[in-house]
T-cell receptor
Framework: NAGVTQTPKFRILKIGQSMTLQCTQD?????MYWYRQDPGMGLKLIYY???????DKGEVPNGYNVSRSTTEDFPLRLELAAPSQTSVYFC????????????FGPGTRLTVL | AQKVTQAQTEISVVEKEDVTLDCVYE???????LFWYKQPPSGELVFLIR??????QNEISGRYSWNFQKSTSSFNFTITASQVVDSAVYFC?????????????FGKGTHLIIQP
């Protein structure tokens, strides 16, 4: 049982490039989340999903897109990367939305130059 | 709107001292959940505790204890006899139930430094 896994661990992008951050969970959780953590700040919600085929925006969705075709996977797509997207990205999952503990992946450190 | 305030940006203590990390929250929900997470230097987020709004009992787990006071909207975290391995950033977070799935609201974190 690996929990929540994320790839890659590190990535450097040039301005205007695109990439997909991968997130997979093996706990059969319905709820999945993407957060970003900027230096000295707490985490902010980018997008979330309540199940396969259903996604919704969080607090800071601009510049990102998500999809959820399976229960296990919740990729985050960055289109036209900008320096403001330099951050650490965390994926999380939970079994029962806000009432349940969210389990986090190890994070992806992204730098946009 | 929900808000979590961790007013202590950084705390530095000497090993074996007790230390309390403060967390104050704002919410209009009557049912909600509070969490503490630890982020060690390696960067992962480690779940420490979850507490629902109807349970105001204090909780103790080894050297860790949590004091939840609904009257002051606070959920403080105390480490007794601190150790160097406790050095980390600690986040307090808030969610709401009632079917809400829109993630957690995090405080900005408290960086705890335990000096040997």
């Amino acid at each position: 049982n690996a929990g929540v896994t994320q790839t890659p661990k590190f990535r450097i992008l040039k301005i205007g490039q695109s990439m997909t951050l991968q997130c997979t969970q093996d706990m059969n959780h319905n709820y999945m989340y993407w957060y970003r953590q900027d230096p000295g700040m707490g985490l902010k919600l980018i997008y979330y999903s309540v199940g396969a085929g259903i996604t919704d925006k969080g607090e800071v969705p601009n510049g990102y897109n998500v999809s959820r075709s399976t229960t296990e996977d919740f990729p985050l797509r960055l289109e036209l990367a900008a320096p403001s997207q330099t951050s650490v990205y965390f994926c999380a999952s939970s079994g029962l939305a806000g009432v349940d503990t969210q389990y986090f992946g190890p994070g992806t450190r992204l730098t946009v130059l | 709107a929900q808000k979590v305030t961790q007013a202590q940006t950084e705390i530095s203590v000497v090993e074996k001292e007790d230390v309390t990390l403060d967390c104050v929250y704002e919410t209009r929900d009557t049912t909600y959940y509070l969490f503490w997470y630890k982020q060690p230097p390696s960067g992962e987020l480690v779940f420490l505790i979850r507490r629902n709004s109807f349970d105001e009992q204090n909780e103790i787990s080894g050297r860790y204890s949590w004091n939840f006071q609904k009257s002051t909207s606070s959920f403080n975290f105390t480490i007794t006899a601190s150790q160097v391995v406790d050095s980390a950033v600690y986040f307090c977070a808030l969610s709401h139930s009632g079917g809400g799935a829109d993630g957690l609201t995090f405080g900005k974190g408290t960086h705890l430094i335990i000096q040997p």
